[in-house]
């Protein structure tokens, strides 16, 4: 069955899609780029562990993915112990969780240089520890010799990059490309994307003596969409994961998911 929006899925944004969706795009944006690619190149995912700190707060902002946590901590005894050698308190030091994150890393085939990376942003990557560790890292991309790509198919959360800042106010998701300078100015091509459009066909820099190729990220999706079956797994009955809709994207949803009889 047929994805039932033009472009992201805001569905597919939920915890309990979310995992499987940023596993099958990575390997799905890999495919294509490597059928694409000079043998000069190639293609590859790589998954690396991210923090995840988990608040017990009530802020709207926290969506943890897996966490189990005594809001209210009490003092535990320690067996066979004499009572001046048992602390008054224990706690969780790291209320945290390890998520994986997946870039999309083009190489030199000879020399295994880095020469793109593609950034699938996370809802991790987004929120507390795992935003300033993917600051961190995006810095160091942008000092470097490599094109960035980045992809923020996640509406909820922070933007990480200070040009993303002030977007029209109807973004849902943003693309974008900033490619490597021998100068120190590094500029963002940035694609800000409102939930009812579809998603871009990418230019994907490489060396500079070789041409783009592309990335359609709506085939990518479609074709995700329809191997992984989510129309057999998702319930379009019910609201979509926060942040909530404004009233015109929750009309455009609806009308679409009832055009497409998957609403009554």
């Given at each position: 069955?047929?994805?039932?929006?033009?472009?992201?899925?805001?569905?597919?944004?939920?915890?309990?899609?979310?995992?499987?969706f940023h596993h099958h795009l990575a390997e799905e944006l890999m495919?294509?780029?490597?059928?694409?690619?000079?043998?000069k190149y190639f293609a590859d995912v790589e998954v690396r562990a991210v923090i995840d700190n988990v608040s017990i707060s009530s802020s709207s902002d926290v969506y943890p993915d897996v966490a189990v946590i005594d809001s209210d901590p009490q003092p535990l005894e320690a067996p066979d112990m004499a009572p001046s050698l048992v602390a008054p308190l224990q706690r969780v030091a790291l209320p945290s969780?390890?998520?994986r994150s997946r870039t999309v890393h083009i190489y030199l085939s000879d020399t295994k240089a880095l020469v793109t990376?593609?950034?699938?942003?996370?809802?991790?990557?987004?929120?507390?520890r795992g935003l300033q560790q993917y600051r961190q890292k995006r810095e160091e991309l942008l000092f470097s010799d490599c094109h960035l790509?980045?992809?923020?198919?996640?509406?909820?959360?922070?933007r990480p990059g200070w040009e993303l800042e002030d977007l029209p106010p109807t973004t849902a998701y943003v693309c974008l490309v900033n490619r490597a300078r021998h100068d120190a100015l590094r500029i963002s091509d940035i694609w800000p994307l409102t939930l009812a459009q579809p998603l871009p066909t990418l230019p994907i820099p490489l060396l500079s003596t070789d041409p783009d190729i592309t990335l359609d990220l709506s085939v990518a999706i479609q074709d995700i969409y329809r191997r992984a079956r989510y129309a057999r797994r998702v319930d379009y009955r019910a609201d979509p994961p926060p942040p909530?809709?404004?009233?015109?994207?929750?009309?455009?949803?609806?009308?679409?998911?009832?055009?497409?009889?998957?609403?009554?």
């Open positions: 069955m047929e994805p039932p929006f033009p472009g992201m899925d805001p569905y597919l944004e939920s915890t309990e899609y979310w995992p499987s495919t294509m780029l490597n059928e694409q690619l000079d043998p969780e390890r998520t990376a593609i950034e699938i942003l996370s809802p991790t990557n987004k929120r507390g790509v980045e992809l923020d198919l996640v509406r909820r959360g922070e909530v809709l404004s009233s015109d994207d929750a009309d455009w949803l609806d009308t679409q998911l009832r055009e497409r009889g998957r609403r009554d």
